[in-house]
């Protein structure tokens, strides 16, 4: 077994004890290393003048500058490109490596094998929409934005099992109930819920199946509009004030003809919104916040989720929906950026 190198401060101290008239075995006797290793570094600092040691070549890479190349290349080209596919490519031009060694390269390379995120697929059009939005408001002042009441529709599960959670646990124990957790078919039941905020707060959470009553309990133009009717003046005047600008997605119920015509004869200001743009818009993340804080609660019934449901929408703070209303300026900067495609905002 090879003996460990000597630190530079080691061999600092040989090359100063000889010129305190030290002899060769007296400095071996106070280093504590062998006396051939102080003749050896007082030799080699006299012939070449350096310490350091001399880089060792190792074991030959099994792969050349160009073959590193070929790797990182076809990565590049197709980011979802396996390793048996790269070295299925690279054996067509009489490369013959193992995936360990592909993988390494890649390493080396700053690549690292990653779970791909879901993102919204969004057309040429779109795009063009986002980037038009983006650089149009980009330099519009707070005030603007906290003008703005902010709208979205939900599904709230009655168990959050949406997802996968991290558990500490011994080897072995993977199977035992704290360890696990609860999953049912379809959700065990949800409900659908409204839900409107502005920089100042939180408004009202509105379940359909409160709406609807002997209808439906679906989303449709008409259950919006009741809801629209009953909690846009009164949210935006307790939240904002009489003058306000309201925001809403793209989705049918919002561009049914008679939605429209609703709201155009409320004389309501609407802020003109890009399709797929969910990560643009500040509520998704509280939305987000909302079925984070109901992990912690065990419903057993749609009556008692929709509480729990109200005072987690209600427990999130003006300073949180202050921040992620002022954050609007970063999005479109990031939208920008992007060129119009998805952003890191997304959740």
Request: aromatic share 6%.
């Amino acid at each position: 077994m090879r003996s460990k190198e000597l630190s530079m401060l080691v061999k600092e101290a040989i090359l100063k004890l000889p010129k305190q008239k030290k002899p060769i075995r007296e400095i071996a006797t106070i280093l504590q290393v062998a006396k051939s290793t102080v003749w050896y570094i007082l030799r080699k600092k006299a012939s070449t003048g350096e310490l350091s040691n001399a880089k060792r070549p190792g074991r030959p890479r099994k792969t050349t500058v160009v073959d590193d190349r070929r790797i990182i290349s076809m990565v590049k080209r197709n980011p979802f490109s396996t390793a048996n596919q790269v070295n299925n490519t690279l054996q067509g031009v009489g490369v013959s490596i193992s995936k360990s060694t592909i993988k390494r390269r890649l390493l080396e390379s700053k690549y690292r094998g990653c779970t791909a995120r879901c993102k919204p697929l969004i057309s040429f059009k779109n795009r063009k929409a986002r980037l038009d939005f983006a650089k149009e408001h980009l330099k519009k002042p707070a005030q603007f934005w906290k003008n703005i009441l902010w709208t979205d529709e939900t599904k709230i599960n009655l168990y959050q099992n949406d997802g996968k959670k991290k558990v500490w646990r011994r080897r072995g124990t993977a199977h035992y109930p704290k360890h696990t957790t609860s999953s049912v078919k379809h959700g065990g039941g949800s409900v659908m819920a409204w839900a409107c905020m502005a920089a100042s707060g939180t408004g009202t959470l509105v379940f359909i199946d409160d709406v609807t009553q002997d209808r439906s309990s679906q989303m449709n133009s008409e259950v919006f509009r009741d809801i629209l009717s009953a909690q846009i003046q009164l949210n935006a005047v307790k939240l904002i004030g009489r003058r306000f600008m309201i925001q809403m997605d793209n989705d049918p119920k919002y561009t049914a003809k008679a939605t429209q015509e609703f709201i155009k004869a409320k004389k309501w200001k609407i802020l003109e919104w890009p399709s797929q743009s969910p990560d643009l818009n500040p509520i998704e993340h509280a939305v987000h916040l909302l079925k984070t804080n109901l992990q912690t609660e065990r419903p057993t019934n749609k009556q008692q989720l929709n509480a729990v449901a109200v005072k987690a929408w209600q427990s999130i703070k003006k300073e949180e929906t202050q921040h992620l209303v002022m954050s609007m300026s970063s999005r479109l900067q990031a939208a920008i950026a992007s060129k119009g495609f998805s952003t890191k905002y997304l959740k």
